[in-house]
């Protein structure tokens, strides 16, 4: 046990082990020192905080201490390993850059207070061209004396508490090497799983957003991150510059996301539920595509609800991924340039329609039949203000689970329908499909029933359009089915055939549709995307389901292009200039480039809307201006 103790990996696994007791310390004391800024955080609160920052913690101190750890577990030869100078250099190798850590992380205590967040990299854009920060700085250490005193005795605790020394036995000198070894291999691993913040198929590297599962408020956030962690991860992200395309005082005659509430519009309370259908393109739906001829599709289900529900026939989705449809579809929040998600922006206060309807009452709940905090959903729910998160912790029964992702569609839609039967009305829900994702597993007992297709996906969305229908059949002897809208949409496209879908048009084309048991079928030929679906008080889109949009657009990012569709135009723009405009209606391939025969003034008049969405997307997240408030 003794020589346990003295080992390099016990002295390395202490030393990390300090560092992260001191970032909880700090975060204590940032909660003490701005208490105002966080009303209302009861203990149990406050102790999820503490434990959740520990993760972003874990990440931040790895990434700092990654050329100690590999140097002190390197197998070299024992002798050297003991070395009196090797281990100083190694301590100071350790404490010098999480000293500089701690240090970035106590000022932080001081400067979210006017920033209301961690520190990212946009702070040396920022005050690039101040040249008196380093007079503002000594005037902060000097009026928030308590804080430097705070950091002082930090850095003092780290200097003399890390371990510096460390002894290896040479007395075995066979089984020397091969432990050794073994051990290095074991640290990096389990580094690279802390680095990451978990480890699976499933899970993604941890990011800024991923606070946002612990907190009540985005700017609780704040407390939950550290800056070091802040600050290298916005360092994979790209800094937005806003543009100037037009004057403030003009923007918003072009394009603006507040909205006025519908005075005269007779207030419902129906129940909302939004179901999210992982991957189903619009090319896997018959109903759809009734013009190619022999097409059926793979959704027979999907095919009859649609015919009873509001449909749009030209409907398209912000993004291409999973994590770009819960800000789209539930926000308003399109994909610009990256995923919100994983932005630096990504702890702004923002609107939902989960949000909108909390203050009218409503109970609010968001599913997901994957681990809980897979893909950033539970905690952007969480910000988007989602009261209750149903994951596969909730669910209760892992031999349901696909072995990849999440809980199958079937049973996890069935406890969907129990649960919202359990929940007091009028209610809003969301509820995020699986099964229709790669590697587009069936269960075992389903494998040889759904038709193959063409493609592996296809078997997959056809069990996933079985799940729906067995939802439906189960919701609809339910008291409140007939007090609901559905709301029905895809998060993206996915393995495209079809050549009317292989390209940018295709790309980005998902069901949209409103089906209510008291509501008359129409299928609508306006343009429509994910961010009309929500009610427009804040949004970048439109409402489309109960007038006419005043805006008749859709628009995507389709990198490195911005895109958008009019009633029968897709004008494609690269920030700078129109790069080509389709008639997407009469050339469905889009082979033919009509930029210089189209009028000048109808290009413009889709140009200049899409530059003033752009530039008030970029103004307001930079500026933390997504809500009304």
């Known amino acids: 046990m003794k020589d346990l103790w003295k080992h390099p990996w016990t002295v390395a696994a202490c030393n990390i082990g300090l560092v992260l007791l001191l970032y909880s310390v700090l975060r204590i004391a940032c909660y003490a020192v701005n208490g105002a800024m966080f009303p209302n955080i009861s203990g149990t609160h406050l102790w999820e905080i503490l434990c959740g920052g520990v993760r972003f913690d874990l990440t931040a101190v790895l990434y700092l201490s990654a050329l100690y750890l590999v140097c002190i577990i390197l197998p070299l030869p024992a002798q050297w390993r003991n070395n009196a100078v090797w281990q100083k250099v190694l301590a100071w190798l350790f404490i010098v850059p999480n000293a500089i850590g701690l240090i970035v992380n106590t000022i932080d205590i001081v400067y979210i207070r006017f ?291 999440a809980i199958w569609d079937e049973p996890f839609l069935q406890y969907f329908a129990q649960t919202m039967s359990t929940m007091p009305e009028p209610f809003m829900t969301a509820v995020f499909t699986a099964s229709s994702h790669h590697p587009y597993k069936v269960p075992e007992q389903y494998k040889g029933v759904f038709p193959k297709g063409t493609k592996p996906i296809h078997e997959a969305v056809g069990y996933a359009d079985y799940a729906l229908r067995q939802f439906f059949a189960t919701a609809s002897q339910k008291p409140w089915f007939n007090r609901t809208l559905f709301v029905l949409t895809a998060d993206h496209t996915n393995e495209l055939t079809l050549p009317e879908y292989t390209n940018a048009r295709g790309l980005y084309e998902v069901p949209i549709a409103f089906y209510h048991p008291q509501l008359s079928a129409e299928r609508r030929q306006e343009v429509i995307s994910q961010t009309d679906i929500m009610p427009p008080y804040f949004a970048f889109g439109e409402d489309a389901l109960t007038r006419a949009k005043q805006h008749p657009y859709a628009v995507c990012y389709n990198a490195p292009l911005y895109q958008i569709f009019s009633d029968s135009l897709l004008l494609q723009f690269d920030g700078e200039q129109v790069t080509a405009v389709y008639d997407y209606h009469q050339d469905k391939l889009l082979q033919t480039d009509l930029k210089q025969t189209i009028a000048n003034e109808r290009i413009a008049q889709m140009t200049d809307y899409l530059k003033a969405y752009i530039q008030q997307y970029i103004h307001r997240m930079i500026h933390d201006e997504l809500t009304t408030q």
């Open 115 to 405: 920033t209301d967040r961690r520190t990212t990299c946009t702070f040396f854009t920022e005050f690039a061209n101040d040249d008196n920060l380093w007079r503002i700085a000594l005037q902060g250490v000097w009026q928030f004396w308590y804080v430097t005193l705070i950091g002082l005795l930090v850095i003092a605790v780290l200097i003399f508490c890390t371990r510096k020394t460390f002894s290896l036995s040479t007395t075995k000198p066979v089984s020397y090497y091969p432990c050794e070894a073994l051990l290095f291999v074991l640290t990096v691993y389990f580094s690279v799983i802390g680095i990451r913040g978990g480890f699976g198929r499933y899970t993604r590297p941890i990011t800024l957003s991923n606070a946002l599962q612990y907190t009540n408020t985005p700017r609780e956030s704040a407390l939950v991150l550290n800056t070091p962690f802040s600050l290298m991860k916005s360092l994979e992200s790209t800094q937005y510059i806003e543009p100037q395309y037009f004057p403030a005082d003009e923007l918003a005659k072009h394009m603006s996301p507040i909205h006025q509430a519908d005075s005269l519009r007779e207030a419902r309370t129906d129940n909302i539920v939004v179901i999210i259908l992982e991957s189903f393109s619009t090319e896997y739906i018959g109903f759809y595509n009734r013009d190619i001829e022999g097409y059926k599709g793979y959704t027979p289900f999907l095919d009859s609800l649609l015919e009873q529900s509001v449909t749009y026939e030209f409907a398209y989705a912000s993004g291409r991924k999973s994590i770009d449809a819960m800000p789209s579809v539930l926000s308003s929040i399109p994909m610009l340039i990256e995923p919100y998600i994983v932005t630096p922006y990504s702890t702004n206060s923002v609107s939902s329609i989960a949000d909108c309807l909390n203050r009218k009452g409503y109970t609010t709940a968001f599913f997901h039949g994957a681990p809980n905090g897979s893909m950033g959903f539970q905690a952007y729910a969480r910000s988007a203000g989602f009261a209750t998160y149903y994951g596969m912790n909730e669910f209760g029964d892992n031999s349901a689970f696909d072995g990849t992702w």
